[in-house]
């Protein structure tokens, strides 16, 4: 069984062997579902990697939609 991953940007979990687009980014890979996904995590980086990164509280207070 491959370890999955997990696309930062869109949280579909995905099979890096298969997945469609790599990028390395702040010393570790990430792995998206589609070149949309990387295009995207490219034009925001921070916003992406920093919520996968977790373990503490976000920055921003959202509000609960
Ligand atoms: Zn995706």
Not at 33 to 62: I, K, L, M, T, V
């Amino acid at each position: 069984m491959a370890e999955k991953v997990k696309d930062p940007v869109c949280g579909m979990e995905i099979d890096p062997e298969r997945a469609a687009a790599r990028l390395e980014h702040g010393g570790r890979t990430w792995w998206f579902c589609s070149e949309g996904c990387r295009r995207a995590f490219e034009q925001d980086p921070a916003r992406y990697a920093g919520q996968a990164a977790g373990g503490g509280h976000g920055g921003g207070h959202g509000g609960h939609g």
